[in-house]
């Protein structure tokens, strides 16, 4: 089994590719392999945005959103328990940090001046939780974005990867990413019993949906414990909603499912209870503007 500490290798480059993209892959190379820290490859990134905001006005966010892109696929081979996952959520937050400063930016036919890595509902988080979901909807959905997979299980494995980083920008309050969630979106774990789905159907979708709780268990509990709506009509978390979990989990760790699916059906059964016992400890409800029916 790696060692969560272990160096990643993640190749970006593609022959091609543009001088500022290959600077930007370089960057997160860097990071996620332990070169440098979150902090430096932050200022080393906007640097970089600056520069193409400035020599290419018309070029609408074309370094941003090819960052954007990178988080996502850089996550999904990036292993759910590596340190590397902290470090690209880390990587936002600190990019978060930096001073303030507009550049120019292409809207339509106008360019305009944009605060750069202001993430918030308002702003809908610039376009991120947007490119990851559509990133998400090409891998999982009916066309695959991924195109060297090559096997059922590396694609299981990339989503696995994949939803543990959906969960930490959930968990740390940077995006808000339920939309994305295999606890609740059109998939076997949210819409099949578990006891008559055939394994190799659940198995995926249960391990996905275990990293939610692994890894934003605190944050999920907060959502049901309040009965929080993420928008008018949309979705609403209840403690009936996380109990429904929990007894899926509970069988997903019988000898029916594979070790690897046991163990992450076990070890989120374990941190439900343990948010359980704690109580509310998070305020990610209020960090996203949603709305509690408890007030």
Request: hydrophobic share 40%.
């Amino acid at each position: 089994m790696p060692n969560p500490t272990d160096s990643v290798f993640v190749n970006l480059l593609h022959p091609g590719d543009f001088k500022s993209d290959v600077a930007i892959s370089i960057a997160i190379q860097d990071l996620v392999s332990g070169r440098q820290d979150a902090a430096a490859t932050a200022w080393e990134i906007d640097e970089m945005i600056i520069v193409e905001h400035q020599e290419e006005p018309q070029k609408p966010s074309g370094g941003q959103r090819y960052l954007w892109d990178c988080l996502g696929k850089v996550a999904m081979v990036v292993p759910h328990d590596h340190n590397s996952q902290n470090l690209l959520v880390a990587l936002l937050q600190q990019l978060q940090r930096l001073p303030r400063h507009r550049v120019p930016h292409k809207v339509g036919d106008e360019v305009v001046h944009k605060e750069l890595w202001v993430l918030t509902p308002e702003n809908k988080y610039d376009g991120l939780e947007q490119w990851l979901w559509e990133i998400d909807q090409g891998f999982t959905g009916t066309q695959r974005q991924v195109k060297h997979v090559k096997s059922v299980e590396e694609t299981a494995s990339l989503y696995i990867n994949f939803s543990s980083f959906l969960a930490r920008l959930l968990a740390s309050g940077v995006v808000e990413t339920t939309r994305q969630s295999a606890l609740i979106r059109p998939s076997a774990f949210a819409t099949r019993n578990p006891e008559t789905c055939l394994p190799e159907d659940y198995q995926p979708w249960a391990s996905a949906a275990a990293q939610w709780v692994i890894y934003a268990g605190d944050a999920l509990y907060e959502l049901c414990k309040k009965e929080v709506t993420t928008e008018i009509g949309k979705q609403k978390w209840t403690l009936s909603l996380w109990e429904e979990w929990k007894s899926k989990f509970e069988v997903a760790k019988s000898e029916k499912f594979s070790a690897k699916t046991r163990a992450f059906a076990s070890a989120a059964f374990e941190k439900m209870g343990e948010a359980e016992r704690n109580g509310v400890t998070t305020n990610v409800a209020v960090s996203f503007g949603f709305t509690s029916m408890k007030g």
